[in-house]
């Protein structure tokens, strides 16, 4: 349990949310500052900073969060990370290791916020495994796992998600709102590709069966969307030129 706090609480998963350990550095891709080496039993791993890390810890505390990293990884090796993503301890207040977690029948260590001592209307999640927190997954805004992309933009969602809340008293509330939105945003996105494929698939059956004609007219719309207006005005003078000539008048 942590000492209770009167501002909402942002809890964090640790590994593939806001870090990941791999073996060989990534010299090409992070610089110097982005990542750690973590040495256990003689076998020493890289600890790679998720894109984003900086600026969600510091936009949390703008928010009135109070930051608690909550991980099911050991507390040696947990809190050398968490010393490294914030040195001076500006920004994450509390941590809770393996030991605070549970254990299910099949081995897996489970998240209770009851034992925080935090309200569970004003807590939100961030973690790339919900299912971890029981009945409490309203609470999680998930993320997919990080594994070191560095063009990863995951944690973006989070940082909007400060502005969103502020309507919602009960954050449980205004994270399924923000959930519904992805879900509304996705369909969209799917509509609108399945839209264009039946566009293209109709343009190139007009193709088919007009002959000369169709082609003309769909390598004008391709032009068009490739290449701007100009072309399209072009293309059009050519096509008045042609169908002049089709019907034996000359222009001069």
Sequence with gaps: MV?????????????HTLIVSVQKPSTENFSSGDQMTFTSLGITNYI???????????????????IVIFT???????????????????????RLYRDACTIDAEGQYLKDLTVTGRRIDRSVVT????????????NVIPVSPFYGDP???ELLKI????????????????????????????????????????????????????G??????????????????GLLIIALLFVFTFYCWCVGLVIE
């Design 48 to 66: 790679l900073k998720r894109p984003g890390v900086d600026q969600l810890l510091r936009s949390a505390v703008a928010s009135n969060y109070e």
């Design 212 to 229: 000369y004609e169709g082609v003309l007219w769909i390598d004008l719309l391709a032009g068009f969307f490739k290449y701007g207006g």
């Design 159 to 210: 940082l909007w998600f400060f502005e969103f809340e502020k309507q919602f008293e009960d954050l449980r509330l205004a994270v399924k709102n923000l959930s519904n939105m992805q879900i509304e945003r996705k369909r969209r996105i799917q509509s609108k590709k399945k839209r264009r494929k039946r566009r293209i698939k109709t343009m190139c059956e007009c193709q088919c069966r007009n």
């Design 151 to 153: 063009k990863d933009v």
């Design 127 to 138: 973690d790339d495994s919900p299912t971890v927190y029981g009945d409490h997954s309203q």
């Design 3 to 15: 000492t209770p706090s009167d501002r909402k609480t942002l809890f964090l998963d640790l590994d």
């Design 72 to 94: 099911a990884e050991t507390r040696l090796y947990a809190s050398s990370v968490i010393d490294w993503l914030d040195p001076n301890r500006e920004f994450i207040l509390h």
